[in-house]
């Protein structure tokens, strides 16, 4: 059974993200495409139909919905996809509320929709490194874990993700990510502090965000900057037997970025200098392979569960938690107070 996929936007999300494996990936087929830029749509998906609104784009028939629009947009585009009766994966953020979240939860529950959020970091190579070890003990009891997203622009962009609107900022976008493998990894904390800052010259939004997440003993810090001219540690986690220090981001989006068909079982193995390091405090440290990547397993994974009834790669009610604590840290960030989670159900 082929599904028949319509996508909203064509920008960077899309082109880098979603588009090299619905294009690469059975049982896809993206039929329809909803975008102002009519040429480049021409170009990317030559046998697709161009719709200029969400109504012509779920007049073609199409199964499922992939919506990278700008996060203002999602919770209407995704609220009028479920209604139409269409499965739908939105990027992330999920939403840019709670409230919005659940009603989406509730209406694709309703209609027996699949509804999907892209965290695909969780399918990150050193993540997957990171869970293996700490799954496996080999660290044994963790009370230190620090994971940093960051990157150097130092002037703000002329684009949405920087403009003063709902959702944007460097909290909703890299720190959804950082937030949601913490709480795979995890689970919900007892309670957040966090910093969450416009430091820029120039800056409309957050670009400077420092979580510390209380799961005593157990400390995570989870930090995104950007102004840091050299990013170094992305992950430092501290047991009582090793320490694992892990530096560089995952090739993966620098290998999507420069056009690399993700097909294969090595399009993402990372190279051997930049494996993280298992420190022994007796000596001895040693080199630690990394995983391979895998972005492709949430589209693989998703089939499954459209087609099979198999489980959800990323079920709304996690993407949801990750609004929350998103919400709880801003509340934070104005009180400027640890906010505490045991009365929540997160």
Not at 181 to 193: D, E, T, Y
Not at 302 to 320: M, R, S
């Amino acid at each position: 059974m082929a599904i028949k996929v319509g996508i909203v936007g064509l920008g960077y999300s899309a082109r880098t993200f979603h588009l090299p494996f619905l294009k690469s990936l059975e049982p896809y087929r993206v039929t329809a495409v909803m975008s102002r830029q009519a040429e480049l749509a021409q170009t990317l998906l030559p046998g697709a139909r161009h719709r200029r609104s969400m109504s012509e784009l779920l007049d073609d028939q199409v199964d499922l919905v992939v919506i990278t629009a700008p996060n203002t947009e999602h919770f209407a585009l995704a609220r009028t996809a479920l209604v139409a009766r269409k499965h739908v994966v939105l990027e992330k953020p999920f939403v840019n509320t709670a409230d919005e979240g659940r009603e989406l939860i509730a209406l694709a529950r309703r209609e027996n929709l699949v509804l999907s959020v892209y965290h695909n970091r969780r399918w990150d190579g050193d993540f997957l490194t990171v869970t293996r070890l700490l799954q496996q003990g080999v660290l044994g009891q963790v009370f230190h874990y620090e994971s940093h997203f960051d990157r150097f622009r130092p002037e703000p962009r002329p684009r949405w993700r920087e403009a003063p609107l709902p959702g944007s900022g460097i909290l909703y976008d890299l720190g959804s990510h950082l937030i949601d493998q913490a709480l795979i990894l995890f689970g919900a904390p007892r309670s957040v502090a966090a910093q969450v800052l416009s430091q820029r010259r120039g800056a409309e939004v957050d670009d400077y965000m420092h979580l510390v997440l209380d799961y005593a003993p157990l400390q995570v810090i989870l930090h995104a900057s950007m102004l840091t001219a050299r990013p170094g540690t992305r992950f430092s986690i501290h047991g009582d037997r090793y320490s694992f220090i892990k530096e560089g981001l995952d090739p993966q989006e620098d290998r999507l970025k420069a056009g690399l068909e993700p097909v294969g079982s090595k399009w993402a193995e990372e190279s051997p200098e930049s494996f993280g390091t298992l420190h022994d405090p007796e000596g001895g440290d040693e080199r630690v392979p990394t995983d391979a990547g895998a972005y492709q397993r949430y589209y693989q994974s998703l089939a499954d569960c459209i087609v099979n009834g198999a489980p959800n790669p990323v079920p709304p009610e996690q993407a949801l938690k990750v609004i929350q604590l998103i919400e709880l840290a801003l509340l934070s960030q104005k009180t400027g107070q640890r906010i505490s989670l045991t009365d929540l159900r997160l």
